[in-house]
């Protein structure tokens, strides 16, 4: 009872004050230039640890040198330029942009040569049929498009 009331309290999906809290944050973070997900520390948590050995090694790498960037920022007392923060803004969203339509590209992909192959199969049962009398030649053809080389 208490951990999912307590799950539901810092689910910014959820809570519609954990989300005004996450925004607010991110908008403090963006001026150091890093992410809300940079908060996540991967020596207090272990799934954290298993996800970042599981990324890409360039992108852990931007993640470290977005965390040396905001120390480096921070020991100064100044914060990232403007036209930075919106360059790496627009650069995250365009890079979760790509990979989402880079998805929808695959899917779109597979169902074109899906409906190409069932455009294919009914074109050739189309010519059998009316080519012969009997069904032996549709085994035969069927036989040849799924197992002949």
Known sequence: MASSLSRWLVDPKKNPLAAIHKKTVSSRLRRYGLRYDDLYDPKY?????????????????????????????????????????????????RRDVYSRMYIYIDLFFYLFIFIYFLIFLFGVLRFVNLNSNSNSNLGFFLFFIFLGK
Do not use: G
């Open 45 to 93: 948590e272990l799934d954290v640890k298993e996800a970042l050995n599981r990324l890409p090694r360039e992108i852990v790498d931007a993640r470290n040198q977005r965390l040396k960037r905001a120390i480096d920022l921070s020991m100064k007392h100044e914060y990232l330029p403007e036209d930075l923060q919106v360059w790496i803004m627009l650069a995250y969203l």
